[in-house]
């Protein structure tokens, strides 16, 4: 990607698509036809399995108001006991603070290029998968990555973040 493509994308996008750039990953973000706000959606518009969908959950640590952010697999459910066990007691972030803090809105965070570095996990269940997507600071916006990408990209430890499945 040069420098024009970028400027025809959210600038948000902009951002995450440079931080890729940058750290010589190799896929671009892309735009969907429609809004994936949701792992659903987002699975629904790439074809592939709702697991497969990287998504970027954040909360607000109550010691000191930092931004941590837990990138779980689509088809799981954080388990806030586990993280507060690892990053210290934390509670629901609103629009407002993930919009402050990462510089994204809700449906469109993405894990790299946050307006403020977070506190960030990896939920050890993506690497079930070979490829994953993320949001890419945007709700229309995606890229593909492997988790071991994920891993690089964000510096975060891998942890065991959701709640058992059935069965």
């Known amino acids: 990607m040069c420098g024009s493509e970028l400027t025809s994308l959210p600038e948000g996008v902009q951002r995450v698509a440079r931080a890729l750039q940058d750290a010589g990953h190799p896929h671009a973000p892309v735009m969907l036809d429609d809004a994936a706000r949701t792992a659903q959606q987002a699975a ?22 930092a931004a941590v952010l837990v990138v779980t697999s689509g088809d799981r459910r954080v388990d806030e006991k586990k993280v507060d066990a690892i990053v210290g007691k934390t509670g629901r972030a609103d629009a407002e603070f ?14 790299v290029a946050h307006a403020q570095p977070p506190v960030t996990l990896i939920d050890r269940e993506l690497f079930r998968f070979e490829e994953i997507w993320a949001a890419a600071g945007h709700p ?9 990408d994920l891993e690089r990209l964000t510096g975060a430890p891998v942890a065991d973040v959701v709640q058992p499945t059935a069965g």
């Open 44 to 65: 629904d518009a790439l074809g592939i399995h709702v697991g497969q969908i990287a998504k970027s959950i954040i909360f607000r640590r109550k010691s000191d108001d």
């Open 98 to 111: 993930v919009k402050t803090k990462t510089g994204f809105s809700i449906g469109g965070v993405s894990p």
């Open 140 to 148: 229309y916006g995606v890229f593909k990555l492997r988790p071991q």
